[in-house]
């Protein structure tokens, strides 16, 4: 399998996804500067966390214009896989890649620290290796990760399962103290309808090896492995 | 000729705004009693060609949708003025 991560200028957890995937996973991966225009050859795309453009106007509201960003509005539309991390899934809501919008933290601290979530949807590439209701424990770091969308945008996500991630306590309960920055419905992450796009606030590639303190998130590469080539 | 764009960002009214509570509370401490609500925003002030209001109105709307507010959650009223 081939993995690109995009660098936007900002982007600060390119070298950790890098890193995860190559000498933890023994995948071949590639950066991928955001002003080269081809994705051609990659299984999977990874838009990264960090602060792309400085998080002016708005988080990602800069970065969706970048060239390579056309080619993974095109590509994610035709089925290829599209992870995004943090300021990645900020950047796949303002493309319109998935829906709704991030808002400030309610508490308005940016909040660096490890929580849990619970696998909602196991029936998709990111998390075929989990079973519903599965804890992770998963490190978070933003100030605007208040997810939020309209009700009906909600009841949908809810009826065709796109809520993959849900911030919960340790037991797995999508409790109000559980959930950190005051997301609608303890949203942590969810996908498009067909699956094959990904948006989560916690870090998997700051969680795949025991010294960091957690392995959880390996399990989210994993599936991607385990699902494959992209044809 | 130019003209001045002056738009001002709101958050949607269904949306929560806890910068604004923040200040509403400030305020209310400080003996402002009478303040029931605070909603913060922005302001942006574009300087751009055009030689009719209603050219120059055009671009705006067309810049405001494509990058300058997020209508998931952001409203915007505008003033083109000349310079």
Not at chain 1, 26 to 48: A, E, F, T
Not at chain 1, 95 to 117: E, T
């Amino acid at each position: 399998m081939k993995f690109g991560v995009v660098v936007f200028p900002g982007s600060n957890c390119d070298q950790d996804c890098f890193h995860t995937l190559k000498d933890i996973l023994k995948q071949k991966v590639d950066y991928i500067w955001h002003k080269d225009p081809s994705i051609s050859g990659y299984d999977c795309i990874i838009l990264p966390g960090g602060f792309s453009y400085g998080d002016y106007l708005r988080t990602g509201a800069i970065a969706r214009f970048s060239p390579v960003m056309k080619s993974i509005i095109r590509e994610a539309k035709r089925g290829r896989r599209v992870l995004g991390i943090c300021n990645g899934f900020q950047i796949l809501l303002e493309a319109g890649l998935l829906p709704g919008a991030m808002l400030r933290n309610r508490n308005l601290k940016f909040i660096c620290k490890y929580v849990h979530i619970r696998v909602e949807n196991n029936n998709t590439p990111y998390t075929k290796l989990f079973s519903q209701g599965d804890v992770l424990k998963i490190p978070i770091a933003h100030g605007e990760g208040c997810y939020y969308a309209d009700e009906d945008t909600i009841k949908k996500l809810e009826k065709r399962g796109q809520i993959i991630f849900r911030y919960s306590d340790i037991k797995g309960e999508a409790t109000p103290s559980a959930n950190p920055n005051g997301s609608l419905g303890n949203i942590a992450g969810i996908c498009n309808e067909d699956g094959n796009v990904l948006g989560m606030m916690p870090h998997p590639e700051r969680s795949s090896e025991g010294v960091l303190g957690s392995e959880d998130g390996k399990r989210i590469f994993e599936s991607i492995i385990k699902e494959g080539l992209w044809v | 000729m130019s003209k001045t764009a002056k738009i001002y960002v709101t958050l949607k009214k269904s949306v929560l705004d806890p910068q604004g509570n923040t200040v509403k509370h400030a305020l209310n401490s400080l003996g402002f009693k009478g303040v029931q609500d605070v909603r913060l925003g922005k302001y942006m002030e574009i300087k751009l060609n055009g030689e009719t209001k209603s050219s120059v109105e055009d671009q705006i709307r067309k810049m405001c949708d494509k990058l300058l507010i997020n209508p998931v959650i952001e409203d915007y009223t505008y003033e083109i003025e000349d310079e």
